[in-house]
């Protein structure tokens, strides 16, 4: 089967087993790929994997060949052969390409993907060693020119040409098209208040027996409509009152009623008051600490318990979300079986059952269970094909006319079903949906201000009306609050010059809108990532280290404080010669002493030097400074040589982010003179707008990581010139801020960008205050329960340890240019030796015997680490190694390591090389 892609591509079938391979790849079971030879002359040809673990898995039992590079190994996909197509020739062959370092930026294999209900590609934030295929989606490797964004070089064809004889879903259903209309929010606010008796409780009609229920929403309600007021305070203060009644009626001591105390917990925290000490009990501690550890299946059935995973006496599903909810809310971190417990009450359709149905059982989901559900596994995390299959049920669920359905089958809508859809698609980011839902809510509305429970219905009730408001304020419980964000305290301005005596703690967070940053070293220094005094990538390679990621590692720890003995651990297996289990030490990364030497790994690997007071002239058993010298490029290198881009660029260094490292390492260590060119050269590549490109040649994009990077160098020269360039950059910077307070990346709302974006406005922190709390609350959102952080806050979830270095280090706000670290005081640690069972690669320090204690990481996994090969910084198409390291391809090359390569920084943007 041929099909014809673009104008001269055509996908052709990639395995001998069936007529059309992909056909065995549907929806729901396995991925496909496609890998373009257009550019050598041959055709898309394409293959699939049913039960595929990674991206680079995929790409082999698809049928392909793959080549890595000498500097990453396999992480980074440097060559790609298929058996049918000239006898399984790899391209670039060996005579365009010696695949020594990472490719040139304008030659390389490029990594895209498309989940099962994307229309288009995106540019991969993982390197295909990292990135897990869901069921349904779609890879891609293309050959050219990428920059880190993924805006040039995408593929010629569509995901759903691929996906051709696959079983995957057809286009989005049509969005409604409605005219916009808006909830009369105040109006509804005062019904709800008018149902008040003594203004505290929502009572049961022809009575006065208090309904708690009910009295939850009017406060959620309240909370939305007015924020902190005494109508709100009087309404908490009662329920505070009312926590035995309601949530424990079976005793103080025994397991409360889930969904009562969730709501309660709820209250409290919107309101501002204390969950964990609210109406005498500690709603979040009972919370979880009454989660089924079976159901009735286990022969020994427990009250309340109708499967693992459920919380105590929730009946429903609401009572289930609400709990995740309730403990997320409160700073808790709610049983994993919990969360996974709702996955599993997701019926095949998308929805979501309304009741906590066994194993098994029948499912029929209904929308406001799902949007509710959907909610909180959006606010959990780590569960992204269960929240897209709950959009996609709600968008199929949805009217032409806005509204949705109570239940399978209602053909008229449901204010409750409506307001709840409405609210998860906002946060799910289908905004013009949810506007739709909410124009349809405003046609519901009643003359006195409430809404009824269905469509056309003429009494006010008030669950619709409660629930309609948070809908028509765009919010939701994941998010309501009434504390109105105050002033933060400004970060530590970092010195003019080194200091030489740094602080021992890290600065200030911002009134706790930070991350936690023990928690996050923590992660970092854990046995399963730091093994040996070093990082190993995951994939294919799990006795090569991961310098570059290492020295990352280093430098989080370095500006933290927290950890200073496995920082010196860190340092000691560099600086003595330390090998990984391939023999190799840190300066077989950075090539020096070859042709191959790279300006953005020497000077990575001597600003370490530097920050710890080592000295970079003496590092490893090498002068890197003398290195960085020679390496600055006295003109442009002729073709086939690519190492020097331009006169004052540094060899090997195809990125602003290796650039620059080299550049504060050379000017660190005295040697601004000999630095001239290389500044010029820096300086020369800044666009009109303030912003420095991800790669050089330069490709004309603009990058937040890369101008971080840029102006922390450029700031550490000074000069009327210098400080020029810094203060537009950090304009620039600015502009780029998203609502959440989140930055653009390769990844998408990235991690490794808003971490550098922070230690770039942090060079003028008085004048970008705000900017810089928004983005430590942005990463304080992407820290996982372990302490490591997501690579962005979409895509794939889940704690990267490369992204992790970054958001750690990056949340300090300390410059590159001034960071420093005394170490005095701290002892070699010992380097034990693997016991003869062991899977972890032999790592020797000259000079030492190994040693056999115990508790210095030797108990990891090389697959628990989450990393590429530890580049510069960039995207470019690694195996292994960040996925932004893909696109970054020419990012990649920087520098492996820093902050994930610029381009792999978005998770690992990028492998090695362009990053530097």
């Known amino acids: ?86 006898s399984g020739t790899q391209y670039p062959t060996p005579a365009t390409e010696d695949c020594v370092l990472t490719p040139q930026a304008t030659a390389y294999w490029s990594y895209w993907v498309a989940s099962q209900d994307d229309a288009d590609w995106s540019y991969s934030q993982y390197g295909a060693m990292d990135r897990k295929p869901e069921p349904g989606d779609v890879d891609a490797w293309v050959f050219g020119g990428t920059d880190i964004g993924g805006s040039t070089g995408r593929p010629t064809f569509s995901p759903d040409e691929v996906r051709a004889g696959g079983g995957t879903p057809g286009p989005d259903p049509e969005v409604p098209q409605v005219p916009p209309a808006e909830v009369d929010i105040s109006k509804a606010a005062a019904w709800v208040r008018g149902r008040l008796t003594d203004g505290e409780r929502v009572v049961d009609d022809g009575s006065d027996t208090p309904n708690y229920f009910l009295t939850t929403e009017a406060a959620f309600a309240l909370a939305a409509a007015d924020g902190k007021s005494q109508a709100l305070d009087k309404v908490g203060a009662y329920l505070g009152s009312q926590v035995d009644p309601y949530a424990y009626q079976s005793g103080k001591d025994e397991a409360p009623d889930a969904t009562a105390a969730a709501r309660l917990a709820l209250v409290a925290t919107i309101a501002e008051r204390d969950p964990g000490a609210f109406g005498g009990h500690d709603l979040l501690a009972d919370l979880a600490a009454h989660v089924c550890p079976s159901g009735p299946e286990s022969g020994t059935p427990v009250p309340g318990c109708s499967a693992k995973g459920d919380f105590r006496n929730a009946s429903y599903t609401e009572g289930q979300a609400l709990a995740v909810l309730a403990l997320l809310r409160g700073g808790e971190r709610p049983p994993a079986e919990a969360v996974t417990r709702l996955t599993q009450l997701q019926c095949r359709g998308g929805g979501v059952s309304s009741v906590l149905i066994r194993p098994g059982e029948y499912c029929d989901g209904d929308p406001a269970t799902t949007g509710l559900a959907a909610l909180a596994l959006q606010k959990a995390g780590g569960h992204h094909t269960a929240v897209v299959k709950a959009r996609d049920y709600l968008r199929k669920a949805q009217f032409p006319n806005g509204g949705f359905p109570g239940y399978t089958g209602s053909t008229t809508g449901s204010v409750i079903a409506t307001a709840h859809a409405s609210q998860a698609l906002r946060a799910l980011g289908e905004t013009v949906r949810a506007d739709a839902a909410v124009s349809w809510l405003s046609g519901q509305q009643l003359p006195d201000g409430g809404f009824g429970f269905e469509e056309g219905a003429t009494d006010s009730v008030v669950y619709a009306t409660a629930v309609t408001v948070l809908a028509g304020k765009d919010t939701s419980l994941a998010e309501l609050t009434t504390k109105k964000p105050g002033p933060t305290a400004p970060p530590t301005s970092p010195s003019p010059t080194p200091s030489t005596t740094p602080p021992t703690t890290p600065p200030p967070m911002g009134n706790g809108e930070g991350p936690d940053l023990k928690k996050g070293v923590s992660y970092l220094t854990s046995a399963a990532n730091l093994r040996q005094g070093q990082y190993y990538g995951t994939g294919g390679a799990p006795r ?39 023999g190799r030490t840190v300066h077989d990364w950075t090539k020096l002493g070859t042709k191959y030497a790279g300006g953005g790994y020497m000077g990575k ?118 400080d020029t360039a810094v203060d537009r950059a950090l304009a620039w910077i600015a502009t780029r801020q998203l609502a959440d307070g989140g930055f653009p990346g390769a990844a998408g709302n990235s991690v490794n960008s808003a971490a550098l974006a922070v230690q770039g406005l942090s060079l003028d922190a008085p004048k970008y205050a705000e900017q810089i709390a928004k983005a430590r609350k942005f990463l304080a959102a992407q820290q996982n329960a372990d302490g490591g952080f997501n690579v962005a806050k979409e895509g794939q979830r889940g704690s990267d340890l490369r992204a992790s270095t970054q958001a ?75 996925g932004a390291v893909l696109a970054a391809a020419a990012m990649a090359l920087v520098l492996a390591g820093l902050f994930l390569t610029l381009v792999l920084r978005d998770r690992r943007d990028a492998p090695e090389g362009r990053r530097s």
């Open 544 to 582: 090569r280290a991961d310098f570059g990621l290492t020295i990352d590692g280093a430098y989080a720890l370095a500006a933290t404080g927290l950890d200073n003995d496995r920082l010196r651990g860190i340092v000691d297996f560099l600086d003595g010669g330390g090998k990984d289990g391939e």
């Open 1 to 86: 089967m041929i099909l014809l892609v673009g104008t001269s591509a055509a996908l052709v079938t990639a395995a001998p087993v069936a007529a059309d391979p992909i056909a065995q790849c549907t929806a729901t079971k396995g991925a496909v790929v496609a890998v373009d030879f257009g550019p050598f002359g041959g055709k898309v040809e394409r293959g699939c994997d049913t039960t595929p673990t990674t991206g680079y898995e995929l790409l082999h039992e698809a049928g392909f060949t793959t080549t890595g590079t000498g500097h990453d190994g396999d992480a980074f996909i440097c060559r790609l052969g298929y058996g049918s197509f000239n």
């Open 808 to 882: 750690v280090g990056g949340t300090t706000g300390i410059s590159f240019g001034v960071l420093t670290r005394d170490l005095t005081g701290t002892s070699p640690q010992p380097t034990p030796s693997p016991s003869p069972s062991s899977s972890l690669p032999d790592i020797v320090t000259p000079g030492e015997d190994g040693g056999t204690s115990a508790g210095t990481g030797d108990t990891g996994t090389a697959g628990s680490v989450a990393g590429g090969t530890g580049g510069l910084g960039g995207n470019l198409a690694s195996t292994g190694v960040p």
């Open 605 to 722: 690997t001597a600003l370490l030097a530097q920050v710890v007071g080592r000295d970079p002239r003496a590092f490893g058993g090498e002068d890197l400074i003398a290195g960085l010298n020679r390496a600055v490029c006295k003109a442009p290198s002729a073709a086939p040589d690519r190492s020097c881009p331009a006169k004052g660029a540094y060899t090997h260094a195809p990125s602003v982010f290796a650039q620059s490292l080299a550049l504060i390492a050379q000017v660190r260590a005295g040697e601004k003179t000999a630095a001239t060119e290389p500044i010029a050269y820096l300086a020369g590549l800044q666009h009109p707008s303030g912003a420095w490109p991800s790669l050089v040649p330069s490709t004309g994009d603009s990058d937040v990581d890369s101008t971080a990077i840029a102006a922390m160098a450029l700031d550490l020269v000074g000069g009327t010139s210098a």
